[in-house]
């Protein structure tokens, strides 16, 4: 049995969180000695997308893929990165054209190697109290037919002949950008025995849930945020207040950094025999 060991970070706010994660993430990366790190980035960019310069910063700080959300749309500028870099995803299940090749920039998954381990980092966003896209839960099955050899359709960014494809079955990984919890748990017990690992992000606060679900796959709600937490999800509390309190949408802006950052996420150990989750933990 080898066990290997993977970290998700949870959504980083702003400027503020992208040195926070430059702070803090090195330092996990040595200390668990960590094969794989996850970073969803699609606030990085003053709460709303990402720009390059603050994708390469995510990558330098010891990300090895970063995932992303709704919000990975706003920097028009920042759609050839997507084209262009395997490791910064979107997610997979928005709508694709009627020849069933992706309409959009990018890729919702990738397969990495690492330290001889494959991984297949899915990236998928929900619909419950959301913009209504295509199903998670369909497109998931889709990723997981593809990698067992039992697809009908290939994305184009994977070869005809299956080289890219690897001959053993990856560990799964499973970023869920998602408004609903109740969504959240769905997808968890519908992808436990096939992800060995399954976390919610979006919400931006931490959830105190986490588990190994029955089948093996280690799953928690919310990863939480890396950014700022004197502040409203990472924004500027009076800002935040004025929207509730007055139901105008003012934009939001990104909290000042007056108190230290905290980086948020989890750590899980995988038995890459048995393609499970043996233990969870929050950070």
């Known amino acids: 049995m080898r066990i290997v060991k993977a970290a998700m970070i949870g959504d980083v706010v702003g400027n503020a969180g992208i040195e926070t994660l430059e ?12 094969d794989l790190v996850t970073v969803n980035g699609e606030n990085a960019a003053d709460g709303y997308g990402m720009t390059e310069k603050d994708f390469r910063r ?3 700080a010891g990300a090895d893929v970063v995932t992303s959300g709704n919000h990975v749309w ?17 997610p997979a299940n928005y709508p694709a054209d009627s020849l069933k090749t992706q309409s959009l920039s990018g890729t919702g998954f990738t397969n990495i190697y690492e330290n001889g381990v494959s991984w297949l980092v899915i990236n ?10 295509d199903c998670p839960f369909r497109c998931f099955d889709k ?17 005809d002949d299956g080289s890219s494809v690897s001959s053993a079955f ?10 609903s919890s109740r969504e959240k748990e769905a997808l968890a017990y519908y992808a436990d025995g096939r992800a060995a690992l399954i976390a919610g992000t979006h919400t931006h606060v931490q959830t105190a849930d986490e588990k190994i679900l029955p089948k093996g796959s280690g799953y928690i709600t919310d990863l939480g945020m890396t950014g700022i937490t004197d502040s409203v999800i990472g924004m500027e509390p009076n800002i935040c207040l004025e929207r509730a309190r007055k139901q105008v949408m003012y934009r939001m802006e990104t909290a000042p ?6 980086m ?9 025999e048995m393609v499970r989750a043996v233990s969870i933990k929050r950070i």
């Open 23 to 34: 702070a803090y993430l090195p330092e996990l990366r040595r200390r668990e000695n960590l």
């Open 143 to 159: 990723l997981v037919g593809i990698y067992s050899g039992r697809a009908t359709d290939i994305h184009p960014l994977i070869s």
């Open 58 to 60: 995510i990558i330098a």
């Open 74 to 90: 706003e920097k028009r500028d920042f759609w050839t990165i997507l084209e262009t870099e395997r490791n910064m995803l979107r």
């Open 257 to 262: 950094a007056k108190t230290p950052g905290r």
């Open 264 to 272: 948020q996420g989890i750590i899980a150990e995988i038995d890459t």
């Open 170 to 179: 990856p560990i799964i990984l499973v970023d869920f950008h998602a408004e």
């Open 124 to 133: 998928l966003q929900g619909r419950e109290f959301m913009t209504a896209i």
